[in-house]
């Protein structure tokens, strides 16, 4: 039914455009593959994204207070936040709606089963980033 299908647009639409999330910019090696998974799992999800080709990862993860432990093969940045390597979109999506007091979110690695790596099976976990550099657990995926 035409109404039906246009609540379901609009539920949709009033749920992420809610997040008022400005434009993500990911920070990547042009040598990355699964940079450009993840990249396709945020933009399916409904992020806009500007993607800049570098080979300076290292002065952006330092500027982000980005420790080499934390760190992943690539970064990107969204309404002052930070979010490290293969971070799901759910998780971001909610770090934007809950606007915590945290620098951002990390996957340290490159976990295999989260987005844009895609080989099920591998446990990981998603970890919060406070200002100080602490890290807590905000989200656990079985993989």
Known sequence: MPGSRLLAVL????AFSALAAGPMTVYKSKYCGCCE????HMQANGFELKVVE???LGAIKERNGIRPELSSCHTAEIDGYVVEGHVPAADVRLLLEQKPAIRGLTIPGMPQ???GMDIPGH?????SLDQEGKT????AYPG
């Open 136 to 139: 807590t657990r905000w989200s």
């Open 54 to 56: 570098t080979e300076e």
């Open 123 to 127: 446990p990981y976990e998603v970890l």
């Open 37 to 40: 998974g993840w990249i396709k």
């Open 113 to 115: 089963s989260a987005p």
């Open 11 to 14: 539920a949709a639409f009033t």
